[in-house]
């Protein structure tokens, strides 16, 4: 019976950019727009970042600083399981006495999964336990920077042109006859004409920026080009003969883990750093409102803002199923929670014909037409032995039990289908309160705002019929 | 925090903001972008000042931090770089010497054991939508760890790109991820921008294809392109049939047993790496030979000394025995002429005949190789060596006058190197705006301006935020002293 408490077996209608059919614990309920919200329609930002191995916190900046990689922890980079760091004693000379020898101690990195160490790559061992490892730094960082520099020099001309040529065409009175070579000619040489005058309304960056180019030793860099070679190294003769060694030459996959030096041989493959992993905060897209956002301690499971739908809409849930038969009616037991803590009030209606949302279905169904009442939630009910009977009217036909804020109840249902999966789709209406915000001041006392009603599409999958 | 240290110029602002609304946010930026100068204080180092007297927050950097080198200069945040390849994605930040991750092209869901490839270009719109807001995704929040909504994104492509893709990649960005701006840079350019160097002939050898597309002066010529649809995956093809023929397996059950009666298929990703490990290119005396025992049309032909074979380990309880003479034969298929006479050195030399006389002892004399298939070993030799002895051939002996072939080596491997361009573009701060398309262009007309496409209105600036990037080197300033 397990297999009818399985989340994909009622799904709750989305209507957000598509209409997405998602059980409703995996659904978010924004409380100011009052509607449900799926992870597609809602904005992800990245909250906070931390280690996952040594669980610690880092700030954002300190992430980007570190290239979002944890300080302490490593990877091992054959297997990528978390580095250990193991401790040997080593003798030593004694730095007043060098005859006298003692012992010190020497760390070193360690695999605990593949029994790798950072003596196979030819690291040595450290004498501290942490912060002494470093990682090899790319041979062409400074030429990259370089070229960078040269590029942002071209790219600061040619946005100066830019703006001139805005300035240019904003300025209609200035006579069309000015091309782009006597500008520059004009600049170069001074602005010593009217034109200087005429511009005096200008905004200053143009000109500023000029000025600081002149005025201010700016060096122009320039950079040589690259030299293209004639020859390129082939492979050495041994290549043909030479017998592989698998274990020694790097999978694609180790590879790709160092982007900057790719090493071929297992003996260059240095460690890195692990990635941190982030948490995640929602926001509406529509009110952009947060639905969800995490604790900021990495071991903190709770959130400060938690609006998932299982906190505010009642959740249905098959609770038996009988022999479904091709065109005979039977009798499907359900249960409705109520998770708020004042009544609820809950009607069902069938979709009518030609629903655009109930494209499903493959049985008619019939609900109950009253109105069923859920209590409240109770948080102290479970340890209250002398519960009173809630006085509720119950329709022994429509209601099958009544458990503090939660009731079974019967809908019929006649399958369509001789074959296939049995599908019923229903509209569910209740009241929902919004605690959030009053709009106006209330009296004082009254903790009661405005009750909005809210329908949902269910769909419950009932499974195959009986054979 | 907002400080004003009377009697100097510098003003200083604390920027440590929580917000819980982009809205605020930008109000805030703006405010102190007004005339001041920003001062970022992070874990207990102390405050450094960038000095400001300007208006704009780009314009003038004074003073260089290199703590801080990954952090733009002013305001605005780096920006993305992404280079989404049909095998391997490269994604980083802007102004980094290399990427963060070089990932595989593909999503995993957790039912099937078949990973999806994200780079297809024949499937419907709707399933190709949420195949990359899905890959998109992980790169945001699994790799990059930003937010997509702060950083202006730049993705390095090919030019054979189909404009439905191309489409469909940017409604995910801009409709899904909400990001400020896009820039499409075609990869052929952006690896010239690794050397410093204004034309080059680069080809790119990849997954899918080959692709040789000159530039010159900064501008692609691109009617001279060239393509042949041997890649990596051509290779894995061929690989994986002659496994299948020719090598046994040792299994629990028994030695030397044929490839088809144990498993159906040797998995994609296991082919790749028996090519990595195992396969390399012979140089050019020794190819022809293998060539021409493969074809054997004398029937005199003998084959070369196979290099020696290798155990290679599958699942751990089978032994792949490789036959020796399989890692230095698949690579020739690249080097082999079909029936049309082309091959991948062919490409290069047909390439110099389409371009305009003046242009071919430059482009020549400065040949760039990208991509993953050429890292193989011997693959540069032995290209350079087949364009020296075919250009000796009467089909180019007249045609091409320039004999004197050089290669380029960039600072990157090569599977990177578009990605180091497109992130040396990303870092120019002052342009990358104004060449991007913005996200308002995007709600207004809808669509991404491409070079195939004439019908495209121009936004509001100088320059079309167009494809192919004008030249931004040569024609700035003609008064150059």
Known sequence: MATLLQPEKVLYLVRGEKKIRVPLSQLYFCRYCSELRSLECVSHEVDSHFCPSCLENMPSAEAKLKKNRCANCFDCPCCMHTLSTRATNIPAPLPDDPTKTTMKKAYYLACGFCRWTSRDVGMADKSVASGGWQEPENPHTQRINKLIEYYQQLAQREKLERDRKKLARRRPFMPQAFSQHTIHVVEKYGLGTRLQRQRSGAPISALYGLSLKEGEDQKEITIESAQALDEVEPLPEDYYTRPVNLPEVTTLRQRLLQPDFQPAGASQLHPRHKHLLMKRSLRCRKCEHNLSKPEFNPTSIKFKIQLVAVSYIPEVRIMSIPNLRHLKESQVLLTLTNPVENITHVSLYTCEEGDPDDINSTAKVLVPSK??????KDAAAEYDELAEPQGFQDDPDVVAFRKSNKIGFFIKVIPQREEGDV??????????????????????????????????????SLGPLAT | ????????????????????????????????????????????????????????????????????????????????????????????????????????????HAGSPEAVRVVQYNINTEELYSILKEFVHLLYFRHLLVNPRDRRVVIVESVLCPSHFRETLSRVFFKHFEVPSVLFAPNHLMSV????????????????????????????????WEALPMGGKAIHKELHSLLSEQCTLDTDSGPGLSLPTVISAIPEDVVEDIKVRTCFVSDLQRGMKIQEAKFNLDGSA?????????????????ILHIKGSIRDSVAEMLFEQDNEEKSIATLLLDTLVKCPIDTRKVLSENLVIIGGTS????????????????VEKPKYRDALATKSFRIHSPPAKPNCTAWLG????????????????????????????????????????????????PPLMKRAFSTEK
């Not at chain 2, 690794?194 to 692609?220: K, R």
């Not at chain 2, 074979?309 to 599958?314: S, W």
């Not at chain 2, 890292?375 to 020296?388: A, D, K, N, Q, V």
């Open chain 2, 302 to 318: 003998e084959r070369p000394a196979p290099p020696p074979d290798v155990e290679y380990p599958l699942d751990g309880r089978k």
């Open chain 2, 422 to 469: 497109g992130a040396i573009f990303g870092a120019l701060q002052d342009i990358l705006g104004s060449r991007s398309v913005s996200r308002d262009y995007y709600n207004q007309t809808g669509r991404i301006p491409d070079w195939c496409c004439l019908s495209t209105p121009l936004p509001d600036s100088v320059y079309e935020a167009g494809k192919t990037p």
């Open chain 2, 193 to 224: 921008m690794t050397l410093g160097i204004q034309s080059a002939l680069v080809m790119d050898c990849g997954y899918t294809e080959t692709l040789v597309l000159p530039i010159y002066e900064g501008i692609p010529i691109l009617s001279a």
């Open chain 2, 1 to 108: 925090m907002v400080r004003a240290l009377s009697g100097q110029t510098v003003v200083t602002a604390q920027l440590q903001y929580e917000v819980d609304s982009p809205a605020v946010c930008e109000r805030v930026v703006r405010l102190m972008s007004g005339a001041l100068a920003l001062f970022l204080s992070c874990r207990g180092i102390k405050a450094l000042a960038l000095c400001l007297r300007q208006l704009e927050l780009r314009s003038v950097l004074s003073i260089k931090m290199p703590l801080f080198e990954g952090l733009g200069s002013g305001g605005e945040k780096t920006a993305v770089v992404i280079d989404l390849g049909a095998a391997y994605t490269k994604c980083g930040f802007a102004g980094e010497t290399g990427p963060r991750f070089i990932i595989p092209s593909e999503i995993k």
């Open chain 1, 423 to 460: 599908t019923v789709a229903f509209k569910l209406r209740h009241d929902f309160r919004n605690l959030a915000a009053p709009i106006r001041p209330t009296e004082e006392g009254e903790a009661t705002s405005e009750a909005i009603w809210l329908t949902h599409h269910v769909e419950l």
């Open chain 1, 371 to 376: 109105e069923l009442v859920l209590a409240g």
């Open chain 2, 375 to 390: 890292m193989l070993p011997g693959f540069l030799h032995r290209l350079l060596s087949e364009i020296r002895s075919l």
